[in-house]
């Protein structure tokens, strides 16, 4: 059965690159995610899944990529056998914190007092 790695928010499926020699005895396929264009979870989703195999398999989903394996099989897929999440989310750890996040500029951020720790953190 195929397994379909899906990456994290870098896109690029390159993290993959330190397990993939220990599966070299499975049928593995890393799918990057687009680097350009609409980057939503729907349009990511939707690209994803036109290019996921015809045959039977099994969706590796890292970080990011969670809520888009979870919008693959709500939408259903006879050939998905199974899905595993790793370090992943379907919805935001801390919502209001998020909105915040999105109300502030970057470089505000940056500067406050402290923000290095945190970002550590």
Do not use: W
């Not at 070299?24 to 799918?31: G, P």
């Not at 394996?69 to 050939?79: K, L, R, T, V």
């Not at 209001?96 to 007092?113: D, G």
């Amino acid at each position: 059965m195929k397994l379909v790695l899906l990456p994290g928010l870098d896109g690029t499926g390159k993290l993959f690159a330190p397990i993939l020699p220990l599966l070299d005895d499975h049928d593995v396929v890393v799918m990057p995610l687009p680097q350009t264009g609409t980057q939503t979870y729907v349009e990511l989703s939707q690209q994803v899944r036109s290019r996921l195999p015809r045959e039977d398999f099994v969706l590796v989903a890292e970080s990011f990529s969670g809520p888009i394996a979870a919008m693959i099989a709500q939408e259903g897929n006879s050939h998905l056998k199974g899905i595993v999440f790793v370090a992943s989310f379907l919805s935001p750890p801390a919502p209001l914190l998020s909105r915040l996040a999105c109300l502030l500029p970057l470089t505000a951020m940056i500067n406050f007092p402290g923000s290095s720790l945190a970002i550590r953190f």
